[in-house]
């Protein structure tokens, strides 16, 4: 599991960017919230918009 | 991997919204042009997105990624030496049928795209908003906080209903989403169209080379 301290600073970063500059920066926070923890590819990450 | 996916754009429509109503209140988002925007993004985006699983290659998508990055920090950094534009020099200030149509067209364009390379589409929608229709920053960036709200909105109810998002982490996630979002969308708020530009430039060029080596 993700230690709460990780993903408030992966929440802070995020927001500061999506605060500044209208993008989200997804693509790679989505990485560092793998159910795991490990990476998962970018072919996971084009599946966002498919339900 | 789908929670991962669905929590993640759980923080996208929540965090992109508070931004959003952040720059609404400075009457810099233009709210007809963003919501057929995103109507035509999340038509798009399906289509995007199935083609992307038949004909394009993990790599290939990321380096796409990168390019479009750094392409906006060139865009900010040019833009930044040039006058500072108004709100009526852009283009679709008066939103009449034949601007709605044309908005919704770019908006299934640039929905296409963002599901071909599995971005949110926040950076694509900043680029045209910028470049193509002339939207000064503050208000290029209030009306892509709006559309990445709604298109994530579509992804995250899809998700969502086949239960792959991860409600308590999302929950963190958010709450500490918003609180950077205000703080950082407050400071945009406050500096000039000029220095705004260099700020994101220079975010987006360091996001870039950070791609670079997270590859």
């Known amino acids: 599991m993700i230690p709460v301290e990780i993903k408030i600073l992966i929440g802070l970063v995020t927001g500061l960017v999506v605060g500044l500059t209208g993008a989200s920066g997804g693509g790679s926070r989505r990485a560092s919230i793998d159910d795991d923890l ?6 996971c990450r084009r599946n966002q918009f498919v339900c | 991997m789908h929670t991962a996916v669905g929590t993640s754009l759980f923080v996208d429509m929540i965090t992109p919204l508070f931004v959003a ?33 038949e004909a394009l290659s993990s790599d290939l998508m990321s380096k796409g990624f990168v390019f479009f990055m750094f392409l906006m ?15 009526s020099d852009s283009k679709l200030a008066i939103l009449n049928w034949k601007n709605r149509l044309i908005t ?5 364009i640039l929905g296409v795209i963002s599901g071909l390379f599995g971005a949110g589409g926040g950076l694509m929608f900043l680029l045209v908003l910028m470049i193509v229709l002339k939207f000064p920053t503050h208000m290029a960036i209030g009306t892509s906080s709006l559309i990445m ?23 963190i996630l958010t709450v500490a989403a918003v609180i950077g979002g205000l703080l950082s969308a407050r400071l945009a708020n406050r500096v000039s169209e000029k220095t705004l530009n260099r700020l994101v430039g220079g975010v987006f060029a360091c996001l870039g080379v950070a791609m670079i080596f997270l590859q």
């Open chain 2, 149 to 171: 709200a709604l298109t994530a909105a579509s992804g995250t109810l899809g998700y969502a209903l086949q239960e792959n998002v991860d409600f308590s982490t999302g929950a």
């Open chain 2, 73 to 87: 920090a060139i865009s900010m950094w040019i833009k930044s030496t040039r006058p500072t534009r108004e709100v």
């Open chain 1, 38 to 43: 490990g990476l998962f590819h970018a072919h």
């Open chain 2, 21 to 53: 109503y952040s720059y609404y209140k400075r009457g810099n988002v233009n709210l007809k042009a963003g919501l057929w925007l995103a109507v035509g993004a999340i038509l798009g985006a399906q289509a995007g997105a199935l083609v992307a699983n």
């Open chain 2, 104 to 108: 919704l067209g770019i908006g299934i």
